[in-house]
T-cell receptor, first 117, second 112 residues
Framework: GAVVSQHPSWVICKSGTSVKIECRSLDFQATTMFWYRQFPKQSLMLMATSNEGSKATYEQGVEKDKFLINHASLTLSTLTVTSAHPEDSSFYIC?????????????FGAGSRLTVL | GEDVEQSLFLSVREGDSSVINCTYTDSSSTYLYWYKQEPGAGLQLLTYIFSNMDMKQDQRLTVLLNKKDKHLSLRIADTQTGDSAIYFCAERRNNAGNMLTFGGGTRLMVKP
């Protein structure tokens, strides 16, 4: 079945550094991937929609210079948290849309927990 | 099979009923959920149904479950413009702990 892999699953970094999170669709091509952020005990918050070969579409209130998204291939999207601060500590989840055979199916990654010291 | 499938888009007029459909493939599903995602917001749990039920009603929302056909639907009565959003169905499988498998989402557009 469809698998979406996120890496790293867990990262700790110092304030001011940048962290890159990868989202890969392992056995299917995904023209569209989504990045979410989840605060403790809250729902998933959609941050941006990543389209292969074009600029990401960011949701209102999400800083595009802070959260850089690159979707360079049909199987890989990356989220880079630049100049991370403690308030960026969160659980980041990606999902990939699979549209083979006309189906519209989202597969979620297991998430990446970022802790900024 | 592991898929939860939904159509991409639904457009209705204000005051009409909306029916959003979802199919799933895993017969071990225990709970099935409907989530709503408004622009800029996170997923909001609307309602859920246990797999041994075939219908659940909650105000304007009616969930119908056909286990034989593995088909789930969400009916919104008297649809309002505020109902415009993306609706996700999700299933919790018996052997998957707390993990949910989501459909791709159906964008509901309500025209005045």
């Amino acid at each position: 079945g469809a698998v979406v892999s996120q890496h790293p699953s867990w990262v700790i970094c110092k304030s001011g550094t940048s962290v890159k999170i990868e989202c890969r669709s392992l056995d299917f091509q995904a023209t569209t991937m989504f990045w979410y952020r989840q605060f403790p005990k809250q729902s998933l918050m959609l941050m941006a929609t990543s389209n292969e070969g074009s600029k990401a579409t960011y949701e209102q209130g999400v800083e595009k210079d802070k959260f850089l998204i690159n979707h360079a291939s049909l199987t890989l999207s990356t989220l880079t948290v630049t100049s991370a601060h403690p308030e960026d500590s969160s659980f980041y989840i990606c999902s990939a849309r699979r549209t083979s055979s006309g189906a519209n199916v989202l597969t979620f990654g297991a998430g990446s927990r970022l802790t900024v010291l | 099979g592991e898929d939860v499938e939904q159509s991409l888009f639904l457009s209705v007029r204000e005051g009409d009923s909306s029916v959003i459909n979802c199919t799933y493939t895993d017969s071990s599903s225990t709970y099935l959920y409907w989530y709503k995602q408004e622009p800029g917001a996170g997923l909001q749990l609307l309602t859920y149904i246990f797999s041994n039920m075939d219908m659940k009603q909650d105000q304007r929302l009616t969930v119908l479950l056909n286990k034989k056909d593995k088909h789930l639907s969400l009916r919104i009565a008297d649809t309002q413009t505020g109902d415009s959003a993306i609706y996700f169905c999700a299933e919790r499988r018996n052997n998957a702990g707390n993990m949910l498998t989501f459909g791709g989402g159906t964008r509901l557009m309500v025209k005045p």
